[in-house]
């Protein structure tokens, strides 16, 4: 069975900035891809960002690009995000997800406050 825990949230003011972490108990060179997802009180699950295993390329929502920077430490099997310049819009639980041959994996989430 994969875990993924998430960690790094909490209450930071506009402008500010967080490093969101989700540490896989398996290799995560098992995996595909790695993502992030924000979900807003209300409001559907979101895609934030994406890290391809095998290319290392990424891929970002226009609502966060130039602001967010996903990246990875495969030797700690984590994955993390950057987060700079938030915006109350910001505010949402982040999700870790992980997609492999043996299905997709998410974490519990991490909640993140934008607010003064």
């Known amino acids: 069975q994969v875990h993924l825990v998430e960690s790094g949230g909490g209450l930071v003011p506009p402008g500010g900035s967080l490093r969101l972490s989700c540490t896989v108990s398996?290799?995560?060179?098992?995996?595909?891809?790695l993502r992030w997802f924000r979900q807003a009180p209300g409001q559907e699950r979101d895609y934030v960002a994406r890290?391809?295993?095998?290319?290392?390329?990424?891929d970002y929502a226009d609502s966060v690009k130039g602001r967010f920077t996903i990246s990875r430490d495969d030797a700690k099997n984590t994955v993390y995000l950057q987060m700079n310049n938030l915006k109350p819009e910001d505010t949402a639980v982040y999700y870790c997800h992980a997609d492999s041959s043996d299905g997709e994996f998410w974490g519990q989430g991490t909640q993140v406050t934008v607010s003064s």
């Open positions: 398996v290799s995560i060179w098992t995996m595909r891809a």
């Open positions: 890290i391809a295993m095998f290319s290392a390329s990424t």
